[in-house]
């Protein structure tokens, strides 16, 4: 694979629409921009400056301010449907590649005197409960 620097400029602007539209969903769900700003670990001028970027690109507001909040506007519930699920489907892809990755599997085997059975015996039930892929 080749890689130049317009496939550089193109991916980082890919990976800052993401991020903005991200920004976007937090806002939606929590309603404030100190809340988003504090959910996503940002100042609160990078949530406004997200926001105001996409209402350009969407050439559409996407929130009503309120002085209680932000609320959506239709523009911008049509797009955060789209957002939410793409979200939740990066999340649960996410989330099945660590799964694999850190999956445990094969076989334990272990050694105790007999006097300590009764002792290991509940630890042992408790871990192959937690993972039954593992065979005792």
């Not at 920004?23 to 926001?51: Q, Y």
């Not at 690109?57 to 911008?76: K, S």
Request: glycine share 8%; net charge positive.
């Amino acid at each position: 694979m080749r890689v130049d620097a317009t496939s550089v400029c193109c991916y980082s602007s890919r990976m800052q629409f993401w991020t903005e539209l991200r920004t976007a969903l937090m806002l939606a769900r929590v309603g404030s921009v100190s809340g988003a700003a504090d959910a996503l670990g940002v100042h609160r001028a990078t949530v406004n400056r997200n926001i105001d970027t996409l209402e350009v690109e969407f050439q559409a507001p996407l929130f009503q301010r309120h002085a209680r909040g932000y609320t959506l506007t239709e523009t911008g519930q049509e797009m955060l449907d789209v957002v939410g699920r793409a979200d939740e489907m990066l999340s649960d892809l996410s989330g099945r590649s660590r799964g694999k990755v850190g999956q445990l599997s094969g076989t334990l085997v272990v050694t105790a005197l007999a006097g300590i059975t009764p002792l290991v015996m509940p630890a042992l039930r408790d871990f192959h409960r937690a993972y039954p892929q593992i065979k005792l």
